[in-house]
């Protein structure tokens, strides 16, 4: 449902972001008496599973990949595509009605009194409790590497990269040690020369071991946190490479081999760290990426790392501030589909027990 921005100009609270962490936090707003709204900059359903590679598979079945109060209905393979993904989000803004704004992108958040107001364009809306949910593609990381400006071949980050068609043929540079690297790398490889480049010797996690377990490493780091102990990591975090199938297949073909990295770009192509030269075509950088923050420059609260200082999910400088799904540093798991609904759930109860006592003060 697309909502009338007029109708809803100052809601309680209000939601930037229409990915899985706004909808998972807009669930549990359902249920309580606040008004809220939603300010997606996308022209539909899906946050940025639209703009995911179109090859993307998840590493959990259906029923681990999924967010507060409806399961993810079972997909035709073992784990979800990224449309599978997408055709849940569209369904489940329709099966809740959820009041969202699209596509507008917020560009500014300033603090009058104990109100937040929020504007994108010629539009402004006020709200006693902001959830920041707009994620980290926005913001695509690239390292800096000597000579990468005079390099003339084609860079591309993960975050652009569609498929393998427009580089057949061509010798392409994988830059990155994760699950994006090692599955863009699978794809790439069936279709153009591959060089892989890591920091470290990548780290694949055993056969048997997908999002399930994951989320329940996850979820042991987040109960520590909630009773104050430290927990030992065990192998295989979220940063590991899940074996699906598509990188288990570049295993038995035998290109799961990485380099470690190159000294810096020339025009066409790398100079390796023993001296050696390498002609390239292509770099695909699949180096992850930072929280989409700008919208919250003028109310100082972003760090000079480029996150914001939290309780929680709170923010601890504006208190009627909530980050929802950026990383581990909104929680463990929590920018994944079925690790944010904890984070969600006990931000609305924050925000729900604030409003109550702002309105009581104010009595």
């Known amino acids: 449902m697309t909502t009338d921005d007029a109708a809803l100009s100052s809601p309680d609270v209000i939601i930037i972001g229409g990915g899985q962490s706004a909808l998972a936090t807009a669930y549990f707003l359902r249920r309580t008496k606040r008004s809220f709204l939603i300010l997606d900059d996308q022209t539909g359903a899906g946050g940025a599973w639209l703009h995911a590679w179109k090859s993307l598979k998840l590493f959990s079945p259906a029923a681990w990949s999924s967010i507060a109060g409806w399961p993810m209905p079972i997909a035709q393979s073992h784990t979800p595509t990224r449309m599978d993904v997408i055709d849940y989000l569209v369904r489940y803004e329709q099966r809740y009605q ?127 946190q909630q009773e104050g102990r430290s927990v030992e990591q065990p192998a295989g975090g979220l940063g590991e490479i899940v074996m699906v199938d598509s990188v288990k297949d570049a295993r038995a073909r035998g290109v799961l081999h990485a380099r470690r990295p190159f000294k810096r770009f020339t025009e066409n192509g790398v100079e390796w760290a023993d001296g050696q030269f390498e002609a390239v075509d292509v770099v695909i950088w699949c180096t992850g990426f930072k929280p989409a923050l700008a919208h919250l420059d003028s109310l100082g609260v972003i760090e000079p790392d480029g996150r914001v200082k939290v309780d929680g999910t709170r923010s601890v400088k504006q208190p009627n501030l909530w980050l929802m799904g950026y990383g581990d540093w909104t929680g463990p798991a929590s920018a994944t589909l079925i690790g944010v609904t904890r984070y969600a759930r006990s931000a609305v109860e924050q925000i729900d027990q604030m409003l109550s006592e702002s309105a009581v003060s104010s009595h």
């Open 98 to 224: 959820l009041p969202i704004v699209r596509p507008v992108h917020v560009s500014s958040v300033t603090a009058i009194d104990d109100q937040l107001e929020v504007k994108a364009g010629g539009q402004a809306w006020r709200c006693r409790a902001l959830v920041s949910a707009t994620g980290t593609w926005g913001q695509p990381y690239l390292p800096e590497v000597p000579g990468r400006e005079a390099f003339l071949g084609i860079q591309l980050h993960s975050a652009h990269y569609v498929n393998a068609t427009p580089f057949a043929g061509k010798r392409v540079l994988v830059v990155g040690g994760g699950n994006s690297g090692a599955q863009i790398l699978a794809e790439l490889s069936k279709a153009a020369e591959t060089i892989w480049v890591t920091e470290k010797e990548p780290a694949f996690l055993a056969d048997d071991v997908d999002g399930r377990v994951l989320f329940e490493r996850a979820t042991a780091r987040w109960k520590a």
